[in-house]
């Protein structure tokens, strides 16, 4: 690796494609744009699977809810059209006999007029267990969520989105141990949570203790719908079916009426928008690499042109005592240094875009591409594809500077 370091290898390598810069620069276009491709693809891949994962960051992705709706089929002497209500028990029933399931929150949910001094709105008024903050964490800003506490003591505490918070409160007032009013009944507000952007089941304004919604709405054992939430090792469509199976059978309904029970089954949407994000991925360095090959190839093609035009030079160095193998080491360092030069360029082209992209289209709640970007490992790589690519398209001319014998070379006109 000595050779290296030497002067005059680099000087000739600077002699060789200085000669003719316009193609050497044309040459270094294919490769550049190649790798500019990769990493504005790959970065716009990550920044896309950044919002999704920002969208569903906040949920247990293995998760499906259920609601009560009609029945379409008339069934043990019940008429079609009957409406099933769903009661804790059933919940309860559910978490005892399908298995695989971790969690089974109950949900309910009403509106209410909110007010805070001469402040107002209409808002949803969410019912809910603390076990909810697992399976769709919240992320708080102050204060706390509903805890055991509250559930057993029927506590008016409640717990507001940061939302609720601008339209109710003064800017940057305490709302801590301040009380706001739901349809006219007094609330502690105890925390204040980050207003998500996941628009997944019903909106999430204000909590208060599931047992407390219950006794002032005058709900009983009835309840909305629930969050069912399975085991990572268990299929989540599975347990989605067991699940309506025990509730047709607690509440009869006909074992073929698909209608009486709604579902959004999360787990499979969100198995579908990973799987689109695998095949991106793929799809991107596939053609980000036969980007980089077409590049490479136009590289070699121009350093047959060159080693064709530098016929007679490397005759005579052959004829002063030039081995092959250094004839084609000298080749070879070409077509890596202009192979790393384009690469490098377009690496540093490719990480602007990305900043710019970043800048412009990645902030706010609604942004598409989310801190759009690419990891120094997948740099490397990169500069080592192109490292092995440089070398072999190098053996091409290299072999062909070879090839012609040094008397034949010195002939050439």
Not at 313 to 341: C, N, S
Not at 347 to 372: K, M
Request: proline share 3%; aromatic share 10%; net charge neutral.
């Amino acid at each position: 690796m000595r050779f290296l370091l030497e002067r005059d290898t680099w000087q000739e390598v600077f002699d060789s494609l200085g000669k003719n810069k316009l193609r050497t620069a044309l040459t270094m276009v294919g490769v550049w744009w190649g790798i500019l491709l990769l990493i504005a693809l790959l970065g716009s891949a990550r920044g896309i699977e950044n919002s999704f994962n920002r969208l569903f960051g906040s949920f247990a992705t293995n998760s499906v809810f259920v609601w009560s709706q009609s029945t379409s089929k008339p069934f043990k002497g019940f008429q079609e059209g009957r409406q099933v209500p769903l009661k804790i028990s059933d919940a309860k029933k559910i978490e005892e006999n399908v298995e695989g399931i971790e969690f089974v929150v109950p949900r309910n949910q009403s509106s209410a007029l909110v007010i805070h001094n001469f402040l107002s709105g209409n808002f949803s008024v969410n019912g809910d267990y603390p076990l909810l903050d697992q399976v769709q964490k919240k992320k708080m800003i102050k204060g706390r969520f509903i805890n055991q506490t509250d559930i057993d003591l029927n506590r008016k505490v409640v717990v507001i989105s940061e939302e609720i918070y601008k339209q109710l409160f003064e800017k940057d007032a305490e709302m801590i141990g301040e009380y706001i009013q739901l349809n006219g009944m007094n609330f502690k507000v105890v925390g204040m949570f980050e207003t998500g952007n996941a628009n997944m089941g019903p909106t999430s304004d204000i909590h208060i203790p599931f047992t407390t919604f219950q006794q002032i709405y005058n709900m009983g054992e009835n309840i909305g719908w629930m969050m069912i939430t399975g085991k990572p090792e268990y299929d989540i469509s599975q347990i989605e079916l067991d699940a309506k199976l025990i509730l047709r059978n607690l509440n009869q309904v006909h074992p073929e009426d698909n209608r009486a029970f709604g579902s959004f089954n999360l787990g499979k949407e969100f198995a579908k928008i990973t799987g689109f994000l695998t095949g991106m991925q793929f799809l991107t360095w596939f053609v980000g690499i036969a980007t980089l090959i077409a590049g490479v190839f136009a590289i070699g093609n121009i350093l047959l042109i060159t080693v064709r035009e530098r016929t007679k030079e490397i005759g005579v160095r052959r004829a002063l005592g030039a081995t092959p193998f250094e004839i084609k080491r000298q080749v070879i360092l070409e077509a890596v240094f202009i192979t790393l030069i384009a690469g490098l360029l377009g690496i540093i082209s490719g990480g602007l875009l990305l900043i710019f992209v970043d800048t412009f289209f990645g902030q706010g709640p609604e942004a598409v591409l989310v801190n759009a970007s690419v990891s120094i490992s997948v740099v490397f790589i990169a500069l080592i594809i192109l490292v092995v690519l440089g070398t072999l398209i190098g053996l091409i001319p290299a072999f062909k500077a070879t090839s012609v014998k040094p008397i034949d070379a010195l002939r050439e006109e």
